[in-house]
T-cell receptor
Framework: GESVGLHLPTLSVQEGDNSIINCAYS??????FIWYKQESGKGPQFIID?????DKRQGQRVTVLLNKTVKHLSLQIAATQPGDSAVYFC????????????FGTGTRLKVLA | DAGVIQSPRHEVTEMGQEVTLRCKPI?????LFWYRQTMMRGLELLIY????????DSGMPEDRFSAKMPNASFSTLKIQPSEPRDSAVYFC???????????FGSGTQLSVL
């Protein structure tokens, strides 16, 4: 999967600090959002999702915030670890039951030791 | 379960040659997807199968691309003839049902010279 990485925006974070990765989505009618993590040489992996009737959802060390007013999604990673280094991107769809997702181009997270 | 299995991991070929990418979805999953990932466009859905039947192939770039799913455990994506602009990472993904979590394979990095 290295072809996706060369010109992505990059966020560098010290190990142990919190990370915030942002995503602007395109369709105000989108109803369902997912964050994916893609490590080098691997396929995207589901992290957390949120529906439009919520503005916050928490998982293990991760929190997703949704601001529908400005069509903005963020992923917060607490106590960032070296294993969190990857490309992160969001996906949106019109409904949670559909197969059609629009994927963002991603942000590369680098964790500094 | 071994997850979604794709082969080959890397393919280098010359323009005009036929390329066949292979995918074995997770056993029991009835939805299968082929995606293409590039720097410029991110992840794009090429084709979606449900219960081995192609449901949406609107993302297939042109007639040079074809996909088959002869049974629930195998799918192919063929490009004939291949062109340099087809160079990308091709992912196969499966899900238990339409709208449920996508599980991606590790992808095939295709380079057409």
């Amino acid at each position: 999967g290295e072809s996706v990485g060369l010109h992505l925006p990059t966020l560098s974070v010290q190990e142990g600090d919190n990370s915030i990765i942002n995503c602007a989505y395109s369709n105000s009618a989108s109803d369902y959002f997912i964050w994916y993590k893609q490590e080098s040489g691997k396929g995207p992996q589901f992290i957390i999702d949120i529906r439009s009737n919520m503005d916050k959802r928490q998982g293990q060390r991760v929190t997703v915030l949704l601001n529908k007013t400005v069509k903005h999604l963020s992923l917060q990673i607490a106590a960032t670890q070296p294993g969190d280094s990857a490309v992160y991107f969001c996906a949106e769809s019109l409904t949670s039951g559909t197969y059609k997702y629009i994927f963002g181009t991603g942000t590369r997270l680098k964790v500094l030791a | 379960d071994a997850g979604v299995i794709q082969s080959p991991r890397h393919e280098v070929t010359e323009m005009g040659q036929e390329v066949t990418l292979r995918c074995k979805p997770i056993s029991g999953h009835n939805s299968l997807f082929w995606y293409r990932q590039t720097m410029m466009r991110g992840l794009e859905l090429l084709i979606y199968f449900n219960n081995n039947v192609p449901i949406d192939d609107s993302g297939m770039p042109e007639d040079r691309f074809s996909a088959k799913m002869p049974n629930a455990s195998f799918s192919t994506l063929k490009i004939q003839p291949s062109e340099p602009r087809d160079s990308a990472v091709y992912f196969c993904a499966s899900s238990l049902s339409e709208g449920s979590e996508l599980f991606f394979g590790s992808g095939t990095q295709l380079s057409v010279l």
